[in-house]
């Protein structure tokens, strides 16, 4: 039977040849964590093959992500349906093999990041939705929900930021069933990090109130197996193993040194490492002994079954709590979720309440909340004015698991990714808030969750200078068009109740990409709706207000400003100038509709046409077209009352109806 370092050894010999043989990646990760990598994957991950949905599988995420053959040598030689030619293909266009990976649970990838830390604080998410979930569903000799959260990081991971923001929460929260192993090579790509990281580690997580195993020989496997056990006796404290390991590993004249992190070995010296590690199989041959040895396959069924017979006694015992877990666990709405939709925003046009649309959201939740208990919500400290606290729920600490609201401090980028962490676990729906402005320090998890692919809800109040008072630096002004420009995240901002409802509803549908909610702080007037208007928001832009006949001017607004095109429209129709308003709370959502419905809408003939939104300009552009204008932000705002800076900065109806004059009585037509 082959030896523990053998098995380690292939993920060695796997990972340098794919990033030799590409010319391109890191080896030197990989060769330095094999060791523990052997050991947890053998001895402790609980995982099938078979069935990487398996939904009470451990999660193993891979914060240092750039170390991604490490994974895929793994994923193949256990029995992932990877084979050896996407191994070959390691980063080539097409390949499954990509330089950093991040989430096709498929083939075993729970989540691994290209931003350093951000995969730890998905772990931290990951790990507190397993929590809450076995709180909410297990019962007395009925644990369906029982798994830990793995994490390998590197100094990288814990010199980035966010690393500190999520594992302070992971220690407040007590996610004991987390469990993280530090990569302390000592090597990053400037070379040594002691001219540069010179924390005491172990001394700053314990202060997180962690449990940290300490100076474990990464290359010893009793040792790393040991730290594992310690690690899975503690169950009120997340914990943190800290490896000692050579980078590059066997790699005689580079190991230890940076030469080996982010580039191929060479020829020679990859011939010279098999050497050392008497590995004598060509590229990519495996041995039939080492792969048989490393076939999880079959050990995973058996795991996975011993759970199916629990799942069936449970079943037997909780069928309402069983079906609700399968409900949940597959990410299927319940019954009855569209009409309380379609009679929220019903209740809610026929109302007609003026309210600021942070408070219509407020509303929305409240409603939505007894329905959805899956709706898991959070602020950055800002939980008042986020208005993100459904009605009756109790914040969870580690001594309350059954809260469902989170407290994640001021800690933006944290949260970002700590949500994309809950997505992907599954189970829950989770939001959460801070002022649209702040979304720069939480900017590369939205990023991060449009590529990954996860259903986080970010709710991003205080949306414009209409905030007043705080001035320039709480006033976003470049904001809403940065965000509208990644893609596959939707950014809808409403501009009354009956909009807000349908922007919610269409966040809770989308499960497989980020929303963005853009919402004031000031209150908004409710907008006059047939029913045809009010089916039509969901297309992301529709004709509010029109004239009769084909108009002579539109106007195009979003959220707070569609008032003032309202307004407008009014002056310019009594003074007998055919105007529409056209509000479009999601720009996307309307760029996908068909030409015919974005005809109708904007018809080509109409050239005279404003857009009017209180941020950047440049994204209206393509809608008002090179003969129209644009009334936005064309510098940052300032500190006052909000209608006072409308005024100053032009957001009035009489403004907008000086621009038609304008366009009109210069024979611009």
């Not at 990288?156 to 302390?184: N, P, Q, R, V």
Request: glycine fraction near 10%; charged fraction near 20%.
């Amino acid at each position: 039977m082959p030896s523990r370092r053998e098995l380690a050894n292939a993920i060695r010999a796997l990972s340098m040849d794919a990033v030799q043989r590409a010319n391109s990646g890191h080896p030197g990760m990989p060769m330095g964590m094999a060791d523990i990598a052997e050991v947890l994957w053998s001895d402790f991950l609980k995982h099938n093959p078979g069935n990487p949905h398996w939904v009470d599988r451990d999660r193993f995420v891979l914060s240092n992500g750039h170390g991604s053959m490490l994974l895929y040598s793994v994923l193949h030689l256990t029995g992932y349906p990877l084979s050896l030619d996407e191994l070959r293909n390691f980063r080539q266009l097409g390949s499954r093999t990509a330089g950093h990976p991040e989430h096709e649970i498929e083939i075993g990838i729970e989540t691994t990041t290209g931003p350093l830390g951000q995969g730890l604080a998905n772990a931290v998410g990951m790990a507190l939705a397993e929590k809450l979930l076995a709180a909410e569903f297990n019962r007395p000799g009925h644990e369906i929900v029982d798994h830990h959260t793995w994490v390998f990081l590197g100094d990288g991971c814990l010199m980035e930021g966010i690393s500190h923001e999520a594992c302070s929460l992971a220690g407040t929260w007590g996610l004991g069933k987390l469990i993280c192993f530090y990569d302390d090579n000592g090597i990053s790509i400037d070379g040594e990090v002691a001219g540069w990281f010179t924390d005491d580690t172990p001394r700053r997580f314990e202060a997180y109130g962690w449990q940290v195993i300490r100076g474990v020989d990464g290359h010893d496997a009793g040792a790393v197996a040991r730290a594992i056990r310690k690690a899975k006796r503690e169950k009120s404290k997340p914990t943190l193993i800290c490896c000692k390991t050579v980078i590059g590993f066997g790699a005689p004249n580079k190991q230890g040194k940076e030469e080996c992190h982010g580039a191929a070995l060479g020829a020679e010296e990859v011939a010279l490492a098999r050497k050392t590690l008497n590995w004598p199989h060509e590229a990519f041959v495996i041995p039939e002994d080492i792969r048989t040895a490393w076939d999880a396959r079959r050990a995973g069924r058996r795991a996975e079954n011993r759970w199916k017979r629990r799942w069936k006694a449970y079943q037997a015992a909780q069928p309402e709590l069983a079906a609700e877990f399968e409900r949940r666990s597959a990410a299927r709405l319940p019954a009855g979720f569209e009409d309380e939709i379609a009679q929220g925003t019903a209740a809610a046009q026929a109302a007609g309440q003026a309210l600021a649309t942070r408070q219509s959201s407020q509303a929305v939740i409240n409603a939505l909340g007894g329905l959805l208990p899956e709706l898991l919500g959070g602020s950055a400290d800002l939980t008042g004015s986020n208005n993100t606290k459904i009605k009756g729920t109790t914040a969870y600490t580690a001594s309350n698991v059954a809260g469902r609201y989170l407290h994640y401090g001021v800690r933006e980028f944290g949260m970002g990714a700590i949500m994309n962490g809950i997505a992907l676990h599954g189970g829950f729906i989770p939001f959460g808030g801070t002022f649209l402005v702040f979304s720069d320090y939480a900017r590369n998890s939205l990023r991060m969750a449009s590529i990954i692919g996860t259903g986080s809800i970010f709710v991003l109040t205080h949306d414009s200078i209409g905030l007043g008072e705080d001035g320039p630096t709480h006033q976003p002004v470049e904001h809403l068009a940065s965000l509208r420009l990644i893609p596959r995240l939707e950014v809808w901002r409403p501009c009354d109740t009956a909009e807000t409802w349908v922007a919610w509803a269409a966040a809770i549908r989308r499960r497989t990409a980020p929303t963005v909610l853009a919402l004031t702080r000031q209150t908004l007037p409710q907008q006059a709706r047939d029913a045809a208007r009010l089916d039509a928001i969901q297309r992301g832009g529709y004709v509010l207000v029109d004239c009769a006949g084909t108009p002579q001017c539109i106007l195009i607004a979003s959220g707070s400003e569609v008032a003032i095109a309202v307004e407008a429209a009014a002056l310019l129709n009594r003074r007998g100038v055919g105007t529409r308003v056209v509000s479009m709370p999601c720009t996307s959502v309307f760029d996908a509709q068909d030409a015919a419905w974005r005809a109708a809408v904007l018809p080509p003939s109409t050239w005279c046409r404003v857009a009017i939104e209180a941020g950047a300009t440049d994204g209206w552009w393509r809608y008002v077209g090179s003969r129209g204008r644009v009334i936005g932000m064309t510098d940052f705002g300032a500190s006052g009352q909000g209608k006072d800076l409308f005024r100053h900065f032009g957001f009035t109806a009489e403004a907008v109806v000086t621009t038609v004059d304008s366009m009109m009585n210069t024979g611009d037509n």
